[in-house]
């Protein structure tokens, strides 16, 4: 053992996180923390396109939790890695798609491998006992442990005192008692914490900062599953679904319309790869269109388009359609009526 141990934080730019890590810290440990990209984080883009997130602060929390801290962040690109934890998790979904168990297990064993490679000693994560239904759980911590392979070597510092002794405890390297025995889904104890450590303006939970946790998100990724007959995705995929009003007016082809300036340039950078379509005498919506697409589907499509645009109450509106590599046209439409608009066409 070298004189000052080494760990490795598991930094999700959460409020738990921060503190674990800063609790360890204290303890005048060499901490270093980790970042894992899956490109389903809530944080991001999304917050910078749409008008109504504006007033959020456009950062990356893990980054802003790293320099709270004062500690080194390594950002890991795991998109692909990911894949099979969300499409085969083998301890199932939560609520909706959100393989929360498996993924916890993935990262530590990730962090593991990091921990390994750089000679660092335990890793912490900011885990709390009833906090999650499903990954943090007292029965699915010692899971989480054991099936990572990090063993004993996992640090859960704002709840270490309701779990066995850790090597690092046992070792010496770490004081059980300068550590807490956080339980249950209350985040009074965390905040009280904060303000003790002078942390501020830290980000607020939301029910997990991973859109497989939402509902509305799921339920347009198992429409892509379901539609196009395989449990793939990619990273384009994963952001479109962030992205925009969805509606599967027919089997065969779902819209994207886009709800706001910012939406729209953000589609704008798929022109290329989708059929897509704008009205021209009003102001509205870019359109896209994912599937196999016929005539009587552009149609449809462009009578969709005048609807969400600003000639909705219009006789007519024209709507530019522009095919994947094929020329331009246009449709002089009827926009459709929004009592002819069933609630199942919106995923």
């Given at each position: 053992?070298?004189?000052?141990?080494?760990?490795?934080?598991?930094?999700?730019?959460?409020?738990?996180?921060?503190?674990?890590?800063?609790?360890?810290?204290?303890?005048?440990?060499?901490?270093?923390?980790?970042?894992?990209?899956?490109?389903?984080?809530?944080?991001?883009?999304?917050?910078?396109?749409?008008?109504?997130?504006?007033?959020?602060?456009?950062?990356?929390?893990?980054?802003?939790?790293?320099?709270?801290?004062?500690?080194?962040?390594?950002?890991?690109?795991?998109?692909?890695?990911?894949?099979?934890?969300?499409?085969?998790?083998?301890?199932?979904?939560?609520?909706?798609?959100?393989?929360?168990?498996?993924?916890?297990?993935?990262?530590?064993?990730?962090?593991?491998?990091?921990?390994?490679?750089?000679d660092?000693?335990f890793?912490?994560?900011?885990?709390?006992?009833?906090?999650r239904?499903?990954?943090?759980?007292?029965?699915?911590?010692?899971?989480?442990?054991?099936?990572?392979?990090v063993?004993?070597?996992?640090?859960?510092?704002?709840?270490?005192?309701?779990?066995?002794?850790?090597?690092?405890?046992?070792?010496?390297?770490?004081?059980?008692?300068?550590?807490?025995?956080?339980?249950?889904?209350?985040?009074?104890?965390?905040?009280?914490?904060?303000?003790q450590?002078?942390?501020?303006?830290?980000?607020?939970?939301?029910?997990?900062?991973?859109?497989?946790?939402?509902?509305?998100?799921?339920?347009?990724?198992?429409d892509l599953?379901?539609?196009?007959?395989?449990?793939?995705?990619?990273?384009?995929?994963?952001?479109?679904?962030?992205?925009?009003?969805?509606?599967?007016?027919?089997?065969?082809?779902?819209?994207?319309?886009?709800r706001?300036?910012?939406?729209?340039?953000?589609?704008?950078?798929?022109?290329?790869?989708?059929?897509?379509?704008?009205?021209?005498?009003?102001?509205?919506?870019?359109?896209?269109?994912?599937?196999?697409?016929?005539?009587?589907?552009?149609?449809?499509?462009?009578?969709?388009?005048?609807?969400?645009?600003?000639?909705?109450?219009?006789?007519?509106?024209?709507?530019?359609?522009?095919?994947?590599?094929?020329?331009?046209?246009?449709?002089?439409?009827?926009?459709?009526?929004?009592?002819?608009?069933?609630?199942?066409?919106?995923?």
């Amino acid at each position: 053992m070298p004189q000052k141990p080494k760990a490795v934080a598991l930094i999700s730019g959460g409020l738990d996180s921060l503190l674990a890590t800063r609790v360890v810290m204290e303890q005048g440990v060499h901490v270093e923390g980790i970042n894992f990209y899956t490109g389903f984080c809530v944080e991001g883009h999304t917050h910078a396109i749409r008008k109504k997130d504006r007033a959020r602060p456009k950062r990356n929390n893990a980054l802003w939790s790293a320099e709270q801290l004062g500690i080194k962040l390594h950002i890991i690109d795991i998109i692909e890695e990911y894949k099979d934890i969300v499409i085969n998790p083998a301890h199932g979904y939560g609520a909706n798609l959100n393989p929360c168990l498996d993924c916890k297990i993935f990262m530590v064993h990730k962090a593991r491998e990091w921990m390994e490679a750089h000679d660092f000693d335990f890793i912490i994560t900011g885990e709390v006992i009833g906090q999650r239904p499903m990954s943090q759980r007292k029965d699915t911590m010692p899971v989480i442990a054991r099936d990572s392979g990090v063993g004993d070597r996992l640090v859960r510092p704002l709840c270490a005192r309701n779990l066995p002794p850790t090597l690092p405890e046992t070792e010496g390297w770490l004081d059980r008692e300068r550590m807490f025995g956080f339980n249950g889904r209350s985040r009074k104890p965390q905040m009280a914490l904060a303000k003790q450590f002078g942390f501020e303006d830290y980000a607020q939970p939301a029910g997990g900062c991973c859109f497989l946790t939402d509902r509305q998100y799921s339920v347009k990724l198992a429409d892509l599953w379901a539609t196009r007959g395989t449990r793939e995705y990619d990273l384009d995929d994963i952001m479109l679904l962030k992205v925009g009003r969805h509606l599967r007016p027919r089997p065969n082809f779902k819209i994207i319309v886009g709800r706001e300036e910012g939406e729209n340039r953000f589609l704008e950078g798929y022109r290329k790869r989708f059929v897509h379509m704008l009205p021209t005498s009003h102001s509205g919506p870019l359109v896209l269109l994912d599937g196999e697409i016929s005539p009587a589907d552009i149609e449809l499509a462009a009578r969709l388009t005048a609807r969400f645009s600003q000639g909705r109450d219009a006789e007519r509106v024209t709507i530019e359609v522009n095919g994947k590599g094929a020329a331009t046209h246009s449709l002089d439409v009827v926009p459709l009526p929004t009592d002819e608009i069933p609630a199942g066409w919106y995923i």
